[in-house]
């Protein structure tokens, strides 16, 4: 059973980048049949697909945070990582990280979260 | 991009069915996969591609999918269902997961 982590700083100031990394135990992300992903969630509010990554490099990424948003991925730490950058106070939110099987289209092991909010 | 949309409650009173829906252009061509969050708790798969049950789930929860709108059912309601539920798709036009608004479920 595969476990995801989050781990980052849980406070970040206006305008600049946020960073978080997911550590994944149980498992190799080096040539797995997952997509790896990074969901948030604004306090009191639903839940927001930002993007996936796959271990080749490939991503995919909402629209609407494109421009602001870098996923990566370490193989040989077992880890990936998320950056938004120019970030607001509308960026506070509990983020999770969690995978997709390949082949799937649904959100298969989420991390427990991490709460980043945005204010100076 | 593709939207869903689900009503913000729905109450029931224990024993009775809770019935969820998720509304979107086209749904039934799509899977739909179903979450339960409880406050403080990540999101759990209680229903994946309209009307599966992953293993643990119990069935009471059961699911259906045709047109546009998709449906998530809580048989026989329980204290422990007080939750909020999202329903999930994968949009292919633009590579994207996009999740319902969420429906709070409110046991009386």
């Known amino acids: 059973q595969l476990q995801l982590q989050e781990s980052g700083p849980g406070l970040v100031k206006p305008s600049e980048t946020l960073s978080l990394t997911c550590t994944v135990s149980?498992?190799?992300?080096?040539?797995?049949?997952?997509?790896w992903g990074w969901i948030r969630q604004p306090p009191g509010k639903g839940l927001e697909s930002i993007g996936t990554?796959?271990?080749?490099?490939?991503?995919y990424y909402n629209p609407s945070l494109k421009s602001r948003v870098t996923i990566s991925v370490d193989t040989s730490r077992n880890q990936f990582s998320l950056r938004l950058t120019s970030v607001t106070a509308a960026d506070t939110a509990v983020y999770y990280c969690a995978n997709v099987k390949e082949g799937s289209t649904l959100f298969d092991s989420w991390g427990k979260g991490t709460l980043v909010t945005v204010s100076s | 991009s593709y939207v869903l949309t689900q009503p913000p409650s729905v109450s029931v009173a224990p024993g009775q069915t809770a019935t969820i829906t998720c509304g979107g252009n086209d749904i039934g061509s799509k899977s739909v996969h179903w979450y339960q969050q409880k406050p403080g708790q990540a999101p759990v798969l209680v229903v994946r591609?309209?009307?599966d049950r992953p293993s643990g789930i119990p069935e009471r929860f059961s699911g259906s999918n045709s047109g546009n709108r998709a449906t998530l059912i809580i048989s026989r309601v329980d204290a422990g269902d007080e939750a909020d539920y999202y329903c999930?798709?994968?949009?292919?036009?633009?590579?994207?997961?996009?999740f319902g608004p969420g429906t709070t479920v409110t046991v009386l």
């Open positions: 591609y309209d009307g």
């Open positions: 999930q798709v994968w949009d292919r036009t633009t590579d994207h997961y996009v």
């Open positions: 149980g498992g190799s992300i080096g040539g797995s049949s997952y997509y």
């Open positions: 990554i796959y271990y080749t490099g490939s991503t």
